[in-house]
């Protein structure tokens, strides 16, 4: 009966300290990032697939280089779901960055040349011009955070 009590008391115990570090596993960080530069893009009606394509097989790669080298915290593609023929943008990229040093320091000549060693960034740039409207970048600093 006894061992039973400690088997019982064992089991709530190791249920309640993996319950408790579980959502510590599985967050990307910490901290919330304390900058963010948000990209507004508007990409023509029947061009979305090819702007995609680029984003994925080009950008994707450059970005990767940047958080490896530290230059950013992390990359991400939004569709807006919600976005209509008049609205001026249809999809989002945040970028996170730690510091302003982050944000103003980023080498991309160095990241275009790491992740296309045999593309000129002047093609590419001229390729992501060619697939969407850049409408504004805005560089965005966190207030406040809750989670």
Do not use: C
Not at 25 to 39: D, E, H, L
Not at 43 to 60: F, H, I, M, N
Not at 101 to 108: E, I, K, L, P
């Amino acid at each position: 009966m006894k061992t039973r009590w400690l088997m019982l008391i064992a089991v709530a115990l190791t249920s309640y300290v993996a319950g408790a570090l579980t959502p510590v596993a599985f967050t990307q960080s910490a901290r919330a990032p304390k900058y963010v530069a948000v990209g507004y893009m508007k990409v023509p009606v029947g061009k979305q697939q090819a702007y995609l394509t680029l984003e994925s097989d080009v950008w994707k790669p450059i970005h990767r280089k940047l958080i490896a080298s530290g230059s950013q915290r992390s990359w991400t593609l939004y569709g807006v779901l919600s976005a209509g023929t008049g609205d001026p943008y249809n999809f989002v990229t945040v970028q996170e960055f730690d510091s302003l040093d982050q944000y103003f320091g980023a080498d991309y000549a160095k990241a275009f040349g790491e992740a296309h060693p045999s593309k000129p960034p002047e093609g590419i740039m001229e390729q992501t011009f060619g697939a969407r409207d850049g409408v504004a970048v805005k560089l965005m600093e966190r207030i406040d955070h809750v989670e």
